[in-house]
T-cell receptor, first 110, second 115 residues
Framework: DAMVIQNPRYQVTQFGKPVTLSCSQT?????MYWYQQKSSQAPKLLFH???????NEADTPDNFQSRRPNTSFCFLDIRSPGLGDAAMYLC?????????FGSGTQLSVL | GDSVTQMEGPVTLSEEAFLTINCTYT??????LFWYVQYPGEGLQLLLK?????DKGSNKGFEATYRKETTSFHLEKGSVQVSDSAVYFC??????????????FGQGTRLTINP
């Protein structure tokens, strides 16, 4: 059974049109992360939550926001997607130095 | 900042061949090191890890040894199977605070095993 669930698997949006990606977890982990993985590149941490404490990486663009309404759910909001934001977005949780990843959402920007 | 460099792919081998995927890292401290694997259509999964110098991580026939002197963490398997076809990511833990950690990943190596 999937423990970190990302929906949808594929998301298409238009240039400049806000989009939200969703992640849920059944593991009850305190920490949740969002990573961005562009084609043939390493996954890159955007931000993480410890419970409701939000931690932004210094080089994460302001265009990216996140919400965590409860332990189980976390959302990635891209306010004005550009062509350069097309990527795979990976959600993860962690416990004891082990990360659990979802299958990712592949975002296309037209 | 900390970084990870992996052997470029793709790598194609025949079943039962010996596998090595090279990984080297740059870090200011003594990070934990990891190999993650991503099977087609799935998320990344932890394959193995090592937390200090000379530690050997192992799982599913794969091994990697934390070599501080060469700043390396090469992945090896003695006899690969078709089911090992996947993308392999080397990573280090840049920081670990309050139960959260930042993983710095290499770019991934795609491995294909032919029967």
């Amino acid at each position: 059974d999937a423990m970190v669930i990302q929906n949808p698997r594929y998301q298409v949006t238009q240039f400049g049109k806000p989009v939200t990606l969703s992640c849920s977890q059944t593991l009850n982990h305190n920490v949740m992360y969002w990573y961005q993985q562009k084609s043939s590149q390493a996954p890159k941490l955007l931000f993480h939550y410890y419970d409701k404490d939000f931690n932004n990486e210094a080089d994460t663009p302001d265009n990216f926001q996140s919400r965590r309404p409860n332990t189980s759910f976390c959302f990635l909001d891209i306010r004005s997607p550009g062509l350069g934001d097309a990527a795979m977005y990976l959600c993860a949780t962690s416990r004891d130095e082990k990360l659990f990843f979802g299958s990712g959402t592949q975002l296309s920007v037209l | 900042g900390d970084s990870v460099t992996q052997m470029e792919g793709p790598v194609t081998l025949s079943e039962e061949a010996f596998l090595t995927i090279n990984c080297t890292y740059t870090a200011t401290g003594y990070p934990s090191l990891f190999w993650y694997v991503q099977y087609p259509g799935e998320g990344l999964q932890l394959l193995l890890k090592a937390t200090k110098a000379d530690d050997k991580g192992s799982n599913k026939g794969f091994e990697a040894t934390y070599r501080k002197e060469t700043t390396s963490f090469h992945l090896e398997k003695g006899s690969v199977q078709v089911s090992d076809s996947a993308v392999y990511f080397c990573a280090l833990s840049d920081w670990y605070v309050q139960g959260a950690q930042k993983l710095v990943f290499g770019q991934g190596t795609r491995l294909t095993i032919n029967p």
